[in-house]
Nanobody
Framework: QEQLAESGGGLVQPGGSLRLSCSAS????????IGWFRQAPGKEREGVSC????????YYADSVKGRFTISGDNAKKTVYLQMNNLKPEDTAVYFC??????????????????????RGQGTQVTVSA
């Protein structure tokens, strides 16, 4: 079955760290860009970070720049999101999906959108003292 699955969420204190994983099964990531989104109650969905296996670009939203790092392992068919110095406002359900850039150019140079090809179920991240 072709799918994406997230793992690694949990409860962490402010200033702590978590590493999320997005693993693909049934397909390879070579031709895709994978983006992380987050959705908090009452807030709009936000594109957090993106990585492209085809053109090697990455992108970070201003809200996470300098704190989050995205990486990918094509052999393991997994994308990682290392989240450091977490803040209460990072609390949300995080999910990964295949994405496309919302403007012409590299896959991950700016805002992006879900292609609706593959999308995980999400993992809860809660940052609280």
């Amino acid at each position: 079955q072709e799918q994406l699955a997230e793992s690694g969420g949990g409860l962490v204190q402010p200033g702590g760290s978590l590493r999320l994983s997005c693993s693909a099964s049934g397909f390879t990531l070579d031709a895709y860009a994978i983006g992380w989104f987050r959705q908090a109650p009452g807030k709009e969905r936000e594109g957090v970070s993106c990585i492209s296996f085809s053109d090697k670009t990455t992108y970070y939203a201003d809200s996470v720049k300098g704190r989050f790092t995205i990486s990918g392992d094509n052999a393991k068919k997994t994308v990682y999101l290392q989240m450091n110095n977490l803040k209460p406002e990072d609390t949300a359900v995080y999910f990964c999906a295949t994405v496309l850039s919302s403007s012409p150019g590299p896959d991950c140079s700016g805002t992006y959108h879900d292609t609706h090809d593959y999308r995980g179920q999400g993992t809860q991240v809660t940052v609280s003292a």
